[in-house]
Nanobody, 126 residues
Framework: QVQLVESGGGLVQTGGSLRLSCAAS????????MGWFRQTPGKERDFVAA????????YYADSVKGRFTISRDNAKNTVYLQMNSLKPEDTAVYYC???????????????????WGQGTQVTVSS
């Protein structure tokens, strides 16, 4: 049974930093994209960042480029999202996701991910 468990969310002031973790278990993820999405009430789940498990190729939403960094630790089966220079508009529930996606496609659509974590709240105060 695949499990993705997020941790690391919390309350931080504008300009602060947080690191989210996503511990993955239940199968071999070497062929997978691992992604982070975020969602606010009444809105769709938006792409934040993704990484290929095998090569570590990264993708970012324009809104977080230069501020967020996604990485993975193969030995620990864990994906991280380092978030710096946080802004109030980054406030959301952040979800970790895993999916097998064609390498010729961008890994930015939530519907392409088959496995999801339970989410972790990130709140940035102004």
């Amino acid at each position: 049974q695949v499990q993705l468990v997020e941790s690391g969310g919390g309350l931080v002031q504008t300009g602060g930093s947080l690191r989210l973790s996503c511990a993955a278990s239940g199968r071999t993820f070497s062929s997978y994209f691992m992604g982070w999405f975020r969602q606010t009430p009444g809105k769709e789940r938006d792409f934040v960042a993704a990484v290929t498990w095998r090569r570590g190729t990264t993708y970012y939403a324009d809104s977080v480029k230069g501020r967020f960094t996604i990485s993975r630790d193969n030995a620990k089966n864990t994906v991280y999202l380092q978030m710096n220079s946080l802004k109030p508009e980054d406030t959301a529930v952040y979800y970790c996701a895993a999916g097998i996606i064609d390498l010729n496609s961008l890994p930015t659509r939530a519907r392409d991910y088959g496995y999801w974590g339970q989410g972790t709240q990130v709140t940035v105060s102004s």
